[in-house]
């Protein structure tokens, strides 16, 4: 299998995520091609999409300035993967919790942003995730929290009692940063398996 992945380029943490999905494809011997997405056109020739960390007011700003949103609900409409962290997932929820933000409304939660403190706050946490067999060394660096989730989201995840990584339909959204880490097994959960699982 080969799949081409989007990374949205337009601000963030864009080449951590680059090496992340590149090495996920390597640890299960597939191989993949990744296009950064910075104007519109690029998102309907990929088959899973990336929506990293950043500043998610001008994430949003961007998107829709540039007609890259629409291109985004489509791909989730057509069933396909998205995985989005951070930023990327204040983005994707449908209610960021701030006016500034224009969400994609990709899956139902609700999400305060920096609700785990400043970057001096910090941290590291060993994290169960459901579909993992050993806990993830989850980043947390001025993390969103997800404070409310509808009934059609799976939590995969919580951390003092707090969702922090959510799945609904082909989308995946993280609080924290699993692209500074080594372990690409969130990358190969949230693109690659979800494409095999749906073969």
Same mark, same amino acid.
């Given at each position: 299998?080969?799949?081409?992945?989007?990374?949205?380029?337009?601000?963030?943490?864009?080449?951590?995520?680059?090496?992340?999905?590149?090495?996920?494809?390597?640890?299960?011997?597939?191989?993949?091609?990744?296009?950064?997405?910075?104007?519109?056109?690029?998102?309907?020739?990929?088959?899973?999409?990336?929506?990293?960390?950043?500043?998610?007011?001008?994430?949003?700003?961007?998107?829709?300035?540039?007609?890259?949103?629409?291109?985004?609900?489509?791909?989730?409409?057509?069933?396909?993967?998205?995985?989005?962290?951070?930023? $990327? #997932?204040?983005?994707?929820? @449908?209610?960021?919790? =701030?006016? +500034?933000?224009?969400? *994609?409304? %990709? &899956?139902?939660?609700?999400?305060?942003?920096?609700?785990?403190?400043?970057?001096?706050?910090?941290?590291?946490?060993?994290?169960?995730?459901?579909?993992?067999?050993?806990?993830?060394?989850?980043?947390?660096?001025?993390?969103?929290?997800?404070?409310?989730?509808?009934?059609?989201?799976?939590?995969?995840?919580?951390?003092?009692?707090?969702?922090?990584?959510?799945?609904?339909?082909?989308?995946? $959204? #993280?609080?924290?940063?699993? @692209?500074?880490?080594? =372990?690409? +097994?969130?990358?190969? *959960?949230? %693109? &690659?398996?979800?494409?095999?699982?749906?073969?």
């Amino acid at each position: 299998m080969s799949l081409t992945a989007g990374v949205l380029a337009v601000q963030g943490d864009v080449s951590e995520h680059v090496d992340a999905v590149e090495r996920a494809a390597r640890d299960i011997d597939d191989s993949v091609t990744v296009r950064e997405i910075r104007s519109a056109g690029i998102v309907p020739d990929c088959d899973v999409l990336l929506l990293p960390g950043g500043e998610s007011t001008t994430i949003s700003r961007l998107i829709h300035r540039d007609g890259i949103a629409p291109e985004i609900r489509e791909h989730v409409s057509a069933g396909k993967p998205v995985f989005a962290t951070c930023a $990327g #997932l204040i983005v994707a929820a @449908e209610d960021a919790g =701030d006016d +500034r933000v224009e969400t *994609l409304d %990709l &899956f139902d939660v609700t999400v305060e942003r920096n609700a785990f403190g400043r970057q001096k706050d910090s941290f590291e946490a060993p994290l169960d995730i459901d579909g993992l067999d050993e806990p993830f060394p989850a980043v947390f660096i001025r993390a969103p929290v997800i404070d409310e989730v509808g009934e059609d989201v799976d939590v995969l995840a919580s951390w003092d009692d707090r969702p922090v990584a959510v799945r609904q339909g082909p989308v995946v $959204g #993280l609080s924290f940063h699993p @692209e500074l880490t080594d =372990d690409s +097994r969130l990358h190969w *959960l949230a %693109l &690659f398996e979800a494409i095999d699982g749906g073969e």
